[in-house]
């Protein structure tokens, strides 16, 4: 029977609020995340930090406001608050500032160049942190970052790159495995909150991302790509070929590290945050513009379109709840929601659990 | 009491889902009908074939995909669909084709210009296809079809059409009946699922659209016009003028017959087909085309913002438990809304008794 | 606990439907107002008249129809109403008038270059009208009026006005008080359906709107401002400087006295009146069209934007609800809210009262 998708969100876990690129040193940044107003910047020595982006007294944008040295003010009534949310200055009446004039703050962690937000209520786990560090490793011209925003929902982008099959038929030749991949069953290794997915192949000519960074362009090659989901959105993607003997890893092959991460901005829209690292041509200044450039080209043409266009046709159905067909490359996409899910049933189970304790402990 | 009007749609009968020349010999066709969408295209052969427009794998609109002779290809993922619905072909691991690959088609038939669908689960009814032959008899220049998308719900169209009065009031001085329709009581035939209004009068000069094909254009003629409602939602008009004795119908007068037809869309949006066949300079290309852009402009410029406002006015609200005023003129229009209601009505009825006699089956 | 905002309306009180100026000799004017479509014209003499802006036959919009001397033909099927909503003429059938072919009017009265609307079922008592006749004493060209469309929830607007701490923080240099106003308690003076605050302060240069109509416009003065709320929408603000021993009114100093007011268009969105009438340079007709473009301007480019902002914010909450923190200059605006939620629910207890009256009655 048809069901209605979850949109109660994972909130204790990390998710990208923004691109480190985005947020500058002197202004304030605003974005919805998980229906939730957040205000953005970074204090004089850099850090960044993340409030509600509501003030608590008439509820306007933290964000409409202005800088004033580390602190905030609001543009309305001029109440100002400082990075941890406190009110340090009310202009009115005696300047006694009342205890309710604090706003919300959220744990932020600037790493592998996002800026990464914990929107729950539990205590921030910096060890829940993806590991993404490829990324932030090697020649600052070897790595493009990008940001697109997408009226779909963000399971569907998760889906998209999990089932790398679709190289083979939604996109152009550049990454095309000339129907290797998707007869293959692919390699699954999974864990309570990650599923990895791999597939190895020979092909000739080697895919065309790669195959100029090889000995001989137009030779057979041995390929791999492997992605793996990270719950609750984060998924990393590494491909490589390489025309010897060696192992089929990145630190053999020629190939690039990818990073894929959504965070739900309200629960049909999602913001989508995507990185890649390549291993050859690492100080290319101008090949890594364009690189960056034609991914993200890639994604806002060609997977867009169908992401956008599944979200149309599903609805707010759940998508297992209609019976789709399952097909061998879906394992991975179709063990990641399963993963997904259950990381969320667990969360509301402890929360629930939470609040029966404390109706206990209220009655003792 | 003001009670909310329906949105259950008759199901089991023929709707027109495209004019014949919206859908070419390459092409793949989108448009959602009665909220659902579906894919149009035709065969090597020219006949067309409707399909639901989503892929039963991953949901994406078939209609992004690709033609393989009479084949569709899904972009995304590579399942190929014969125009049975079909899965014909499965790229991925070994090929095998799972049972639920199938793709719900819908019988679809080519007939009067027009290619009608029938959206309900019943065996579809040749028989029940409206008879509006009259438009493809006679040379090709003489009829004209044309489409128009509309902000409203279909049974105000048919309302508008149904109710002819309003061409002394709402249009200009090209179709005025100079005041002599409005006050007469129309004639009316009705059946289980049809009704018809039928008004003659004379005037001076004929009607501004026929008056030049008749032999003293400024002088009197008798006039007639009959519109004859086929449920769920087609219209046939008949108009004509004759200055002699002949009988008024379109064999003696100088005239047109008209057909005008709705589809649901989405529950607030329609889309609406419209031809026209004339008697009179049926060779001239020329006149044929502004005859139809003619029509097709005052559709648009004049009927279509009352019966967009009407919409906004009457909301979801059922028409009739507003308690709207009823005048003489609105015999038609009226009876049609009852025809409607009593066919869905048995329609609903009728599923009930189906799944009733399915659950005492299975008992047994 | 968070609540939702009340969408009732007091019915039953004056509310602006129009400027004077927006409704010409000849047209007809639509405006919906507290979620109805109203149609506004001026008769012959001109006085105008608002009936309900939807024919009773087919509920099209009347606005889109045609004035005949002062009646109003609806252009969809010719029904001809008189301004007392009676139909005059039905051009269909033998002519005959149904009983039920006439449409709701609304009390309006035009005063102070407002047309006001009475959208109640109670009658209409011009006693209720709020006064504000200094608008329309004096000058003609002493007194400006503007029409702004907000996508908020008319409290809001109310809120900002009637806190007016914020012109130290939100406005620029020209309405600042150099932060005078913001450490005030105001002086409050409330009855049951309105409440006034007041600021009285000295500054140094006076308030730039004033100031070069003083005698040393770099010296000091003392300056007051007052906000009265009248329930349900209206406040009426007076501002005035003065450098000798004159008491603080606008019959001693040099100032001016606004009004606010508005009025729902839908659940979300405002029409929102103004209007400035001054006591200097009352004759320049050049200085009065700036002082109203420079008043328009500044709501629309400072003020909007933020009770806008609120409104995305707050949504569809309560703001009392939502724990607002409160300021002592809050005062005037939380007790405005508190008569408005007052008079509602007495509307609303009468209401059922009546109801219960009327069924005892009927059982006897």
Chains 1, 2, 3 share one sequence.
Request: hydrophobic share 40%; proline share 6%; glycine share 6%.
């Amino acid at each position: 029977m048809e069901t209605s998708r979850s949109v109660t969100y994972l909130k204790n876990a990390w998710y990208v609020a923004a691109l480190s690129s985005e947020v500058g040193a002197e202004g304030l940044f605003a974005r919805k995340l998980l229906n939730t107003p957040v205000l953005i910047y970074r204090l004089k020595n850099g850090s960044p930090v993340a409030l509600l982006d509501r003030c608590p007294h008439r509820f306007v944008p933290l964000s409409m406001g202005l800088r004033e040295g580390d602190d905030v003010v609001c543009k309305y009534h001029g109440l100002k608050f400082d990075c941890s949310g406190a009110c340090n200055h009310n202009p009115h009446g005696n300047g006694h500032i009342p205890r309710a004039a604090r706003v919300r703050t959220f744990p932020l962690v600037e790493r592998y160049g996002f800026l990464w937000i914990w929107p729950g209520d539990a205590p921030a786990d910096e060890a829940k942190l993806p590991d993404v560090s490829p990324l932030t490793e090697g020649h600052p011209n070897g790595v493009g970052f990008t940001y697109m925003h997408r009226k779909t929902y963000y399971e569907l982008i998760t889906d998209n790159v999990m089932d790398l099959s679709h190289v083979d038929h939604l996109h152009g030749e550049i990454i095309s495995t000339r129907g290797q991949l998707t007869p293959q069953v692919p390699q699954v290794k999974e864990t309570d909150s990650t599923v990895a997915t791999r597939w190895e192949w020979k092909q000739t000519p080697p895919i065309f991302i790669l195959n100029q960074f090889l000995p001989e362009p137009m030779a057979e090659a041995r390929h791999f790509v492997e992605v793996k989901f990270m719950a609750p959105t984060t998924v990393q993607l590494q491909i490589g070929a390489t025309q010897d003997d060696s192992a089929l890893d990145l630190a053999h092959c020629v190939g690039q590290y990818d990073l894929h991460t959504t965070t739900p901005e309200s629960d049909g829209t999602t913001h989508y945050f995507f990185a890649t690292r390549r291993n050859h041509l690492v100080d290319d200044a101008d090949y890594n513009a364009a690189k960056i450039k034609g991914m993200h080209d890639a994604f806002v043409d060609e997977d867009g379109p169908y992401v956008d266009a599944q979200y149309v046709n599903i609805g707010n159905a759940d998508l297992l709840s209609l019976n789709p067909v399952l097909l061998s490359s879906d394992v991975g996409a179709v063990r990641a929601r399963r993963i997904l899910r259950s990381v969320i049933a667990d969360e509301v189970q402890r929360a629930q659990a939470d609040a029966a304790d404390t109706r206990s402990a209220a009655r003792v």
